[in-house]
């Protein structure tokens, strides 16, 4: 590794030991970056490695625990957003963070507008000086349109503009190209071109390869919180990042047991959605855990929810041990024998306010109900078979599941599911935020399951997770199908490879 | 669970005292006949608060109850003019009122307006309905059969009928949020209806099943109010859904859905009737009424708002991961 030295001559920003913890998680672990005027520099990493918090700390939202942030050489604090703002730090956030109601100078200038003498907002100095913004990033759009009356594109440039509104020097980029059509894409590197030769920095986040090695002057790598290495684009191949992102083979332990895969349970043959996924056809198998794998955004969860009855494919078949199901809501699902213990524990599963039995039981209240009655007692015993087999800890079941620990949480809505006794079950990121305690039980919990003879889908970000659990992974990229490994071929290499778009033979 | 609970005992605590301290001054208050009294009275607003607790813990508000109750309660009025036996008015009002009801949970569900735009249409609408039958024109005393206007005032046991259709309705209510699935349906959607979808819940179908209830309740208050005060026009129980809302915020139903009580709404009805019966007897004027249970709402809300969501910790462990 190079040394580290105090700052780069003409980095207009740099970022030296930055330490940033968060409670169980350590999210940056030293890290440091350099951003040259007139350069794009591209930071790559897996899912986790640290890159949205490094922007958080660029932004002024978070504060590192310790480490320096030199603008031109010289130390600073970014205490709040306007304080980045202020030193010219600027990042272009997706379209949800405008304002539909408001017009496109309202919408560029909010918190910042300019005053008239008497201090009221200058309506006029504002569209003037939008108008002049707009024109800069080569747009003719009118400051005095409503936001909602643009298309996602144009809403695109007036967030671009609302970045540059503050004068910026340092522009960050956070997977800009995410929602854009391909035209808007070559729109959106023509406007870089141009931020380039006003020469500004520009910290350009994307897992894409193809575009980084089209825009990006310099590359940084993270993994888990750390920084790996940096240097001129020239100078690597996409063989060299991808091991750089990848890093150590895995070294945690998984209680994977031999799984005895027998005849296949669920069939889905060629699912379509309009804008969230294409051609999704896969088996899944009785005693299996199939991995699904891909970059935040590839699609995995969207197919999950269409399984589930949560949303409708547009096209596609699905068969559940043979038998041809159309599920169009989560009550038929349940009916088929498919649960699915969602991503977003505390918007999705949990009912707060409702003790911890009654959650368990919501889905299986037909069962512990005679003539239309609930029989507590059914109910208590049921959720306390469930909740012991998952190792839940709790005071008592009668307890108020909002005061639980987000892995006891979980463990709930698992066991809320197992309950029905289903036939497949889809985890979607199952110890996603969750103590390593209950990660492992979450984990142990699994092998037993599919041991056990159900079939187990597992959504997962994190490789050493979807390497030392499942039999089958399917990677997932941009809505598709991707790559589907067994075997020897289950390598953190092929995984990464198939989820940014690098063809096999590219190695 | 153990601060819902305590929610009820402050209530009931407070209920005491205030009964303590009227007792203290006009003893005759407290005696077993004029709490009976007093129950009786405030039955109305018991079997409303019932229904609209309903509609609360599932997120919605329903303020046409007070002229759901109106249209019904003139509906059996002219029902019983035209001579129709009392079972038939009793199995009309109740269905007419579901009806009602359905109409606003139709709303909700199937068009996803607002239950407060929804409910605030179908009241005026539905008060509206009550002129286009009558014109404007009232239906007194006189005009009434006497077994129409006998069914709520005959006494059994020592209480009136109106009392013990109360009583029912509370017992009902409470099997209903305690024991069923779709009590606890009500419950689940309001206090997460992601999560409730997620679950295989019907949140649209449960609250629609919420304002049915609410409508069916109003719609059977509505004959009891007409026959006990013997008078039926446009403009009866005018603003009640409002004293109703009061009840349930006053009881502890959550504003937003998910926690509440059957018997925190009892108490909130009982308590709001209470004050009703009291000040007259204690000499303050009734216009103080208003401004007591004015504050009465807002202590309520303070001290629930004291015990909110500790949950938000999980969502801000997965932001930091992002």
């Known amino acids: 590794m190079q040394p580290d030295p105090a700052s780069r001559d003409g980095a207009v920003l740099s970022l030296r030991g930055i330490v940033k913890t968060f409670p169980g998680v350590r999210a940056l672990d030293g890290v440091r970056l350099d951003l040259f005027p007139g350069q794009v520099t591209a930071l790559i990493g897996e899912n986790g490695a640290g890159k949205s918090t490094i922007v958080k700390v660029l932004t002024g939202i978070h504060q590192p625990d310790e480490g320096q942030i030199l603008v031109a050489g010289e130390p600073v604090r970014f205490p709040t957003a306007q304080a980045a703002g202020a030193a010219g730090v600027t990042a272009i956030h997706q379209e949800t963070v405008l304002f539909d109601e408001m017009t496109v100078a309202e919408n560029i200038f909010i918190g910042h507008a300019p005053r008239t003498r008497w201090g009221l907002i200058d309506r006029r100095a504002m569209r003037t000086r939008a108008a002049e913004i707009l024109r800069g990033i080569g747009s003719d759009l009118d400051p005095a349109t409503r936001l909602r009356d643009l298309g996602i594109a144009s809403k695109h440039l007036v967030a671009i503009a609302r970045a540059l509104s503050v004068d910026a020097r340092v522009v960050i980029m956070d997977e800009p190209t995410a929602a854009l059509s391909h035209k808007e894409i070559a729109e959106l590197y023509e406007l870089v071109e141009k931020l380039k030769a006003q020469g500004k920095a520009i910290l350009f986040i994307s897992h894409k390869f193809d575009e980084i090695f089209r825009i990006a002057d310099r590359w940084t790598v993270f993994r888990d919180g750390a920084f790996v290495g940096e240097g001129a684009m020239g100078d690597v191949t996409e063989g060299d990042l991808v091991q750089m992102m990848v890093g150590r083979s895995v070294d945690q332990i998984y209680p994977k047991r031999p799984a005895r895969i027998g005849p296949p349970v669920l069939t889905v043959a060629g699912y379509c959605h309009p804008t969230e996924y294409e051609d999704i056809t896969f088996t899944l198998h009785q005693g299996e855990i199939l991995g699904f794998y891909g970059l935040v955004g590839a699609g995995r969860s969207e197919v999950m929810q269409a399984l589930f009855g949560i949303s409708q494919p547009a096209k596609g078949a699905c068969r559940i041990a043979g038998d041809v199901r159309v599920i169009r809501s989560t009550a038929q699902a349940v009916q088929a024998g498919i649960v699915y213990v969602p991503e977003d524990r505390g918007r999705q599963g949990a009912v707060k306010g409702l003790p911890i039995f009654q959650n368990v039981t919501l889905p299986s209240l037909a069962r512990t109900s005679r003539g239309g009655f609930l029989r507590l007692a059914e109910e208590f015993a049921l959720a306390r078979e469930y909740t012991q087999r998952l190792d839940l800890r709790a005071a008592s079941l009668d307890q108020d599941i909002g005061l639980l620990s987000g892995g006891n949480q979980q463990k709930v809505v698992i066991a809320k599911w197992l309950a029905t006794q289903p036939r497949i079950i889809i985890l979607d990121e199952p110890t996603k935020g969750i103590d390593i305690g209950s990660k492992a039980a979450v984990h142990d919990f699994m092998s037993e399951l599919a041991a056990q003879g159900l079939a187990v889908i597992m959504v997962s970000s994190e490789i050493p997770e979807v390497l030392g659990m499942s039999d089958r992974i399917i990677v997932m990229r941009e809505g598709r199908i991707a790559g589907e490994f067994a075997g020897p071929a289950m390598t953190p290499e092929n995984l990464i490879r198939a989820a940014v778009g690098i063809e096999r033979s590219a190695a | ?322």
């Open chain 2, 1 to 322: 669970m153990s601060l819902l609970k305590s929610r009820e005992v402050v209530l009931g605590g407070v209920i005491v005292l205030l009964l303590a301290a009227i007792a203290s001054r006009f003893p005759g208050f407290v005696a077993p006949a004029n709490l009976g009294r007093v129950f009786t009275d405030t039955s109305p607003l018991i079997l409303l608060a019932l229904g609209q607790m309903a509609v609360i813990l599932t997120k919605c508000i329903d303020l046409s109850v007070a002229a759901n109750l109106a249209l019904c309660g003139m509906v059996a009025a002219l029902m019983d003019g035209m001579g129709v036996p009392m079972p038939v008015i009793l199995g009309t009002v109740v269905v007419m009122g579901a009806g009602l009801g359905a109409i606003n949970g139709a709303l909700v569900w199937g068009l996803g307006i607002p239950s407060i735009v929804v409910t605030l249409g179908t009241m005026t609408i539905y008060r509206g309905t009550i002129f286009l039958l009558t014109e404007g024109a009232w239906i007194n005393a006189h005009q009434m059969s006497d077994a129409f206007k006998a069914v709520p005032r005959q006494v059994i046991l020592g209480l009136p009928v109106m009392a013990w259709i109360a009583v029912a309705a509370i017992a009902g209510v409470a099997v209903l949020m305690t024991r069923t699935a779709l009590g606890r349906a009500f419950y689940a959607v309001g206090g997460n209806p992601h999560a409730a979808v997620y679950t295989g819940i019907s949140v649209g179908r449960t609250q629609f099943a919420a304002f049915v209830l609410a409508g069916a309740l109003a719609g059977l208050t509505g004959y009891l109010w007409v026959a006990r005060y013997a008078v039926a026009y446009v403009d009866i129980a005018g603003g009640f859904e409002l004293d109703v809302v009061a009840a349930c915020v006053i009881g502890g139903i959550a504003i937003a859905g998910g926690a509440g009580t059957v018997a925190g709404a009892v108490m909130g009805a009982l308590f709001l009737g209470i004050i009703k019966n009291a000040l007259p007897v204690v000499g303050i004027s009734p216009f103080w009424q208003m401004a007591i249970s004015g504050a009465a709402i807002l202590a309520a809300i303070a001290f629930n708002a004291r015990r909110r969501d500790p949950g938000r910790i999980i969502l801000k462990r997965a932001e930091v991961r992002a």
